[in-house]
């Protein structure tokens, strides 16, 4: 087990025990929202293009489902372990008791370098992957969706295996391309969430948005979208980075023009009338707000010293470890916690879900419209905890959610 998971696993572990303690659950309750209830580890052997043999290690952590069925995704990378996708699968079942949907929490990995792999490699390898855990998913038992490293094309290829044992269920998985039953507006849904969370956030507390400056940490599919709509809500985004650098301009960047050269070159650095600098010095800017949107773990004690922004918005899972969040909270700076902030993704997939078991289409702008529900919705809860209680964001929210994932476990019968 690596330095990131283990920071990751004791964070998101210390955040619900303090959760529990704080609303006066014993150690057992604890432990029974923490624990899982099932997980599935998987050996895949695959025949690469040039004959050679590889096994891959894949997962699945179905976490809790007394709110509905698993609900999860599932990532391809290189980090991929047990303890990881055990601790995604948490803060999922977390997420979507916030957010009160009709869903139960999961997730799932299998551990690779996509860059490695060929399309028909890749193609594969997911078909296998179905082949393998086909009786552990369906739609009314778990429902994988897009994470890091896969996409509309993994879920159209995994919808496609099941319905050749099952027949056709669009619902079997999220995250679908459009003509494979997915959901208009599912694409940007996580981004598009954090920039309405930060909406809702500015609403509460009179923060004027046109007065604020933006710095992003990771430009895919979360990164790209916080930074269109916060840009066209009147925020200044000041600075981006992805895996090969970062560029920054105090003036603000044109969004457009860095999305169009990061489509085309696949990075963000070399946009006209932009600095080039660093993914460490994205994090360190002075800032309004700091959206943390790669992979976990990017805040912790080795760097937190260096945070200059006012607010944090978790648009990753665990970005920020517990020691981190603690150093960061004395010093005033308020964090928007993953669960609310990066939520928008699987209150889209829920929408896909509902449309594939009625088989029906919903146009683009009820779909948005749901999305500002239930985020507002979602918002307004979590503050006002916050402000009643007097604690922070990330600890109102692990309250809301720990209460309505107690209540369920409890009225199902354990």
Same mark, same amino acid.
């Given at each position: 087990?690596?330095?990131?998971? /283990?920071?990751?696993?004791? &964070?998101?572990?210390?955040? !619900?025990? @303090?959760?529990?303690?704080?609303? #006066?659950? =014993?150690?057992? $309750? ?60 948490? /803060?999922?079942?977390?997420? &979507?008791?916030?957010?009160? !949907?009709? @869903?139960?929490?999961?997730?799932? #990995?299998? =551990?690779?370098? $996509? ?300």
């Amino acid at each position: 087990m690596d330095n990131t998971t /283990l920071i990751n696993e004791a &964070t998101h572990e210390r955040f !619900l025990q @303090l959760a529990c303690d704080q609303l #006066g659950y =014993n150690t057992a $309750v604890y432990e029974l929202l923490l624990t899982p209830s099932r997980e599935i580890r998987l050996q895949i052997p695959l025949t690469k293009d040039d004959g050679s043999i590889v096994i891959f290690n894949a997962y699945r952590v179905q976490h809790h489902n007394a709110r509905g069925p698993y609900k999860g995704g599932l990532r391809y990378h290189a980090t991929v372990d047990i303890e990881d996708v055990r601790t995604l699968a948490c /803060l999922m079942s977390l997420k &979507t008791a916030l957010l009160e !949907l009709p @869903l139960g929490g999961a997730k799932g #990995g299998i =551990n690779c370098n $996509v860059d490695s792999l060929s399309a028909s490699e890749l193609e594969r390898l997911t078909r296998r992957f179905v082949e393998k855990i086909h009786r552990n998913i369906g739609p009314t038992q778990d429902i994988p969706a897009p994470d890091v490293g896969t996409n509309e094309q993994i879920m159209a290829w995994i919808q496609d295996q099941y319905t050749k044992i099952y027949g056709y269920n669009p619902a079997v998985v999220t995250g679908k391309p459009l003509v494979t039953g997915g959901s208009r507006g599912r694409r940007e849904a996580t981004g598009l969430g954090v920039s309405m969370v930060i909406q809702a956030y500015a609403k509460r507390y009179s923060i004027d948005l046109r007065n604020c400056t933006v710095a992003i940490q990771g430009f895919g599919n979360v990164g790209r979208y916080a930074a269109f709509y916060l840009d066209a809500a009147g925020a200044k985004i000041i600075a981006v980075s992805d895996s090969q650098g970062g560029i920054i301009n105090h003036d603000g960047l044109d969004i457009k023009s860095v999305i169009h050269h990061k489509d085309k070159v696949g990075t963000v650095v070399g946009v006209d009338n932009a600095d080039i600098t660093d993914n460490a010095s994205v994090l360190a800017l002075t800032c309004d707000f700091l959206i943390p949107a790669a992979l976990g773990n990017a805040i912790t004690a080795n760097n937190v010293n260096a945070i200059s922004a006012k607010c944090v918005v978790e648009g990753a899972n665990s970005p920020v470890s517990w020691t981190a969040n603690d150093i960061l909270t004395q010093r005033g700076v308020q964090i928007i916690p993953d669960i609310l902030a990066s939520a928008g993704g699987v209150t889209v997939s829920y929408f896909e879900w509902v449309q594939n078991l009625q088989f029906v289409n919903w146009p683009l702008q009820q779909v948005r419209d749901g999305l500002r529900e239930k985020l507002d919705q979602a918002c307004e809860q979590v503050f006002s905890v916050a402000d009643e209680k007097k604690v922070v964001f990330r600890n109102a929210a692990y309250q809301i959610a720990s209460e309505r994932l107690k209540e369920a476990l409890f009225a199902a019968g354990i």
